[in-house]
């Protein structure tokens, strides 16, 4: 099984009013849990991206193969995370 990276949830963009009061710089770390006090539904779309970076996957569009930036799905009043793998 392969190595299981921690993993950074970083709020690098928030406009109008997130319904769940997420602003910039709020952060989380997880490794394996849903982090205490994330929206649902932004984790939802985060979780994919969490996981193949956690596993030691990448994206290959982005310059850090460390790193990736996924919006929340409320268009209206976007919420744009950072997922960092933090490195051993």
């Not at 932004?42 to 996924?70: C, H, I, Q, S």
Request: glycine share 10%; charged share 25%; hydrophobic share 35%.
């Amino acid at each position: 099984m392969a190595d299981r990276y921690q993993v950074r949830i970083k709020v690098i963009s928030q406009k109008g009013r997130c319904s769940t009061g997420h602003k910039t710089g709020d952060e989380w770390l997880t490794s394996g849990k849903t982090p205490e006090g994330i929206c649902l539904n932004a984790f939802g779309m985060l979780l994919p991206n969490v996981r193949t970076l956690m596993y030691g996957g990448e994206f290959p569009w982005e310059a850090d193969k460390d790193t990736t930036t996924v919006c929340c799905p409320d268009a209206i009043n976007p919420v744009v995370f950072e997922i960092r793998r933090i490195k051993k």
